[in-house]
């Protein structure tokens, strides 16, 4: 039977707020094997039955089932809209699937009315409180449909008539504000009812005015936190209203008074306001003459209500004429954009796992799992009472509290209570990254079941899987995605608990292709490459950090001073994830959107290179290898080699993604030039004997991955790398450059069984060195906590740390083997080439792509170097299935495996496989 399972909108399920025309993919399920799309018929409507289609395609012969425009649909702004599609192969039509819903945001910039509005005094600048804004509106009948846009200079939460609009956290978020500014829409109509209505806005500081950066500046980008509104209301009769943020809305401080991202939120709930964003407060201003009346003339009986009332009445005007008039502000509007997916949200809810008491006696609530995000509890106490939390990561080798790798953020949370029974809170502005919270004040009886761990990232549907007969490599793959979980909260962070939490390019560049496998960070990652071009300098230079927040700052940075742009591995972010992103979902969107900034990337290069050897001021190189010298950040590999090694990588991909593209002359000109610098690479790091110039382990590592390597001495330099890693018994002393690539360096050139022995390591440095200390996310550092318990200094020793979790990728491109084919991109055509090692009696996973769930899982068999492979292939795919070198077929389940240069391959189309074969001797995949 042929159906369609799923459709997507921009890769997102029902996504609300998109900015632009959409398009639309959508996935295939069949019984039968090797299904093929011939036609699909599209179709768009106002309901969910498109029971009055607004746009239909027809039959349209393709085999195309993702990055499908519906050309000629003209949405409108601020409207929902459904879309279906049925498909037929040949053999079968499908039903039509059930329709997806997506609702389009402001779609011209013309179209906004609505002002930045602040109720922020000038004086409030250092203020990290928050303000409420409010205003009241009469709606003249029944609402058809409602729209919201907003957005803040600083966070927001938006209310109507006292409930909060959305599950969104956090927003907008953290972007590069003046160039690029995200606003979130919202569906309302349900919300909103004939006659008295009120809207509501608690903004606080965030990213925008708060504290950040090394320097702990404050107002980065402003000095008044501020809101925007858009709210567009159409009725049953036809007729349509706008309101607007504008200076007829009110403000008022909040109970919020203090909150950093750094530094944690202090809230007291004496100073909460009683129905703020409710209709009833404005509405008590106008009866409260009334209600007075009304107690002179009602019997003595009577008296005793209205005097009741009236005091409910009075306490809400009080409250009402006590706000004072908003004030607008100026601000780009060209700067907004749209926002329809990856917003963070609440995602997870772990309890309390123990209550803890440490050796100097504090009270310490583990939650069992390193996280990022917030605590919401239950609380009783008198008026005045605090809840005090402190929140750490890890506890030190006695078993106490250990902050000291926090640096100067505080990470700490205060509620003050109001005394009114039972009083629920979370954090408003804040996130923390944690698994421990000190207990330093607590009224009454500390229950755990009151208490609950909020995890906060940007919501990206999970779409990989690992597991394999090795516990501990689980636990990697574990802790390989929580750490992604703990640093994609809207950017992609270093670390998400000390005073840092910046959008490091380094560490997003060499996660992305893991990142891709686990999650789909497509939207995610789009988003954040905006910020990249909207933040490169001039001349193409691309900063340390995106959103850029130090350049300019940096005089006092002892590391920054020397420059804060423009690092090789950092800033080829520009261009390595724009490709990976192409790999990974077949979208040449991305590559279009981000041409001219990776374009003036190699430009930047280019221009700085002396002789096609590229180096420029600060660079990082080898970031924490263990060959550097002591007390050193910096690795032994020279900056010459790695930073020529990313130009020749970044202008290769670029050459490439211009033949992509079909701009032929630029595709020739950066095609020349890799070429030059490739040779340049060769002459200057390689001997006339073929040995590199430079003996660590990093520089034989990027060579064979970026295939520098002159080709007759490609088998000698994978020979050399081994030889360096058997001179350190066996253990990597890489860095943030040569970790990633590591176990492909070795697989690729005929070293499987070198790669798994360097990935099942379990002692000191190693990734499962870690997880055998207990760890439940990826450290900054091999040794972030020593076998005897102390630490690495408290200066740098993050315990969510994603980098080194780049492993992840060989997991799945190498382990299972599910690779993508840069001739045919997205896993419309895959490559399926498991490398099984001996390490494992078993693996098994699955990624799910733009087209469909791919599913790989081997066995060993009964005999030596049996093996059974099952796999899966999505509806319209197709793949080359290679099996190991040398590999004797026993079983080949129909399909007609040739030999190709001693690896056995097959063609396959879609369904599912299982292959049974005899390994032979390793070779390179």
């Avoid at 409507?45 to 085999?63: K, L, N, R, T």
């Avoid at 900063?543 to 742009?565: M, Y």
């Amino acid at each position: 039977m042929l159906k369609v399972s799923e459709i997507t909108v921009q890769y997102l399920d029902h996504p609300v707020g998109l900015g632009e025309r959409p398009w639309f993919g959508w996935k295939l399920e069949s019984d039968r094997r090797n299904v093929i799309q011939e036609a699909y018929c599209l179709e768009i409507g106002a309901d969910a039955a498109c029971s009055q289609p607004v746009w239909q395609s027809g039959w349209v012969e393709s085999q195309e089932s993702v990055h499908v425009e519906a050309e000629g649909f003209a949405p409108e702004s601020c409207t929902k809209y459904y879309v279906r599609v049925k498909v037929r192969d040949g053999q079968e039509e499908s039903g039509f699937c059930e329709a997806a819903p997506f609702v389009m945001a402001i779609l011209n910039q013309e179209e906004w009315q609505a002002r930045f509005i602040t109720a922020e005094r000038p004086e409030d600048k250092d203020s990290s409180g928050s303000t409420c804004l409010r205003k009241e509106i009469r709606l003249s009948g029944e609402v058809e449909s409602a729209f919201v846009c907003a957005t803040a200079l600083g966070l927001y939460h938006f209310y109507i008539n006292g409930e909060k609009i959305g599950t969104d956290e956090m927003t907008p978020g953290w972007t590069s504000y003046k160039n690029h500014l995200c606003y979130q829409t919202y569906e309302v109509t349900e919300y909103l009812k004939q006659g008295d209505n009120a809207l509501g806005a608690m903004v606080g500081a965030g990213w925008y005015k708060g504290k950040m950066g090394f320097l702990h500046l404050r107002n980065n980008y402003g000095e008044r936190a501020a809101f925007l509104m858009q709210l567009l209301i159409r009725y049953r009769d036809g007729r349509e209203e706008i309101v607007v943020t504008d200076d007829s809305w009110t403000g008022h401080d909040g109970p919020v008074t203090f909150s950093e991202i750094y530094d944690g939120e202090t809230y007291d709930a004496r100073l909460e306001i009683d129905g703020w964003n409710l209709a009833e407060m404005g509405q008590a201003v106008e009866s409260l003459a009334g209600q007075q009346e009304q107690v002179v003339e009602s019997s003595a009986g009577q008296q005793v209500q209205a005097v009741e009332s009236l005091a409910g009445q009075q306490e809400r005007a009080v409250n009402a004429s006590d706000w004072r008039p908003a004030e607008m502000l100026d601000f780009p509007m060209s700067a907004l954009c749209a926002q329809a997916g990856s917003k963070v949200s609440v995602v997870e809810t772990p309890p309390v796992k123990e209550i803890l008491t440490t050796p100097q006696g504090d009270r310490v609530l583990d939650f069992g799992q390193n996280l990022t995000g917030r605590v919401q509890f239950k609380v009783r106490g008198n008026a005045g009472d605090q809840v005090r939390l402190h929140f750490f990561e890890t506890l030190d080798a006695a078993g106490n509290v250990y902050t000291a790798n926090l640096r100067t953020a505080k990470e700490e949370v205060t509620y003050i209570c109001k005394g009114q029974g039972e009083e629920l809170y979370h954090p408003y502005f804040s996130f923390q990254g944690f698994r421990y919270a000190h207990v330093i004040s607590w009224p009454g009886e500390l229950c755990p079941e009151d208490i609950e761990a909020q995890v906060l990232h940007s919501a990206m549907k999970e779409t990989g899987d690992f597991q394999c007969s090795h516990p501990l490599v689980n636990q990697l793959h574990h802790n390989i995605r929580w750490s992604m979980k703990g640093n994609f909260l809207d950017v992609p962070t270093d670390c998400p608990q000390r005073d840092e939490r910046m959008g490091w390019t380094g560490d997003a560049q060499i996660f992305c292709r893991t990142a891709c496998y686990l999650m789909n960070t497509y939207t995610f990652f789009a988003k954040w490459l905006r910020d990249v071009a909207a933040d490169q300098t001039p001349e193409g230079g691309v900063p340390h950090v995106v959103p850029d927040i130090i350049s300019g700052k940096e005089e006092d940075d002892w590391l920054l001073s020397q420059g804060t742009h423009s690092a090789a591995a950092w800033a080829d972010v520009a261009v390595i994830n724009p490709w990976n992103l192409y790999l990974m979902y077949g979208d040449k969107t991305i590559l279009e959107e981000q041409y001219d900034s990776m374009k003036r990337w190699i430009g930047f290069m280019r221009d700085h290179a002396v002789d096609y050897i590229w180096n420029y001021k600060l660079q990082f190189g080898d970031w924490v290898a263990l060959d550097a010298e002591e007390g050193s950040y910096f690795g032994a590999t020279p900056n010459d080699l790695t930073c020529t090694a990313y130009f020749a990588h970044s202008t290769d991909l670029f050459a490439r993604i211009a033949g992509i593209l079909g701009r032929g002359e630029d595709a020739r000109e950066y095609g020349e030039l890799y070429e030059k610098i490739k040779e340049k690479f060769r002459r200057t790091f390689f001997q006339e004997d073929g040995k590199m110039t430079a003996m660590t382990q990093t520089a034989h590592i990027v060579a064979l991955y970026f295939e520098l390597v002159p080709e007759e001495y490609r088998m000698q330099t994978a020979a050399q790398l081994v030889k360096l890693l058997e001179k350190e018994q066996g253990h990597l002393v890489t860095g943030f450059v040569g970790t990633p690539y590591f176990c492909h360096a070795l697989s690729r050139n005929g070293y499987v069984k070198e790669a798994y022995e360097l990935l099942l390591k379990e002692d000191f440095p190693s990734w499962l060195y870690q997880v055998k200390m207990g760890a439940t996310t990826i450290w900054e550092h091999w040794d972030g906590l020593k076998p005897d318990g102390t630490m690495w200094s408290p200066d740098m020793n993050s315990f969510n740390h994603y980098a080194y979790g780049a492993v992840g990728e060989w997991l799945y491109r190498v382990v299972l083997g599910i690779e993508a084919d840069e001739r045919d991109p997205g896993y419309h055509h895959m490559i399926i080439s498991p490398q099984t090692g001996d390490a494992f009696a078993f693996a098994k996973g699955h990624y799910d792509s733009v087209y469909g769930t791919i599913k790989v899982h081997w066995e060993k068999g009964q005999q030596e170097g049996e093996r059974r492979l099952y796999i899966t292939i999505p509806a319209n795919t197709t793949a080359d299935i290679r099996l190991e070198s040398g590999a004797v077929i026993a079983d080949a389940d129909g399909l007609a495996f040739v030999d190709q240069a001693g690896v056995m391959t097959a063609v396959a189309g879609s369904g599912t496989y299982e292959i049974s074969y005899r390994k032979g001797g390793e070779q390179s995949c």
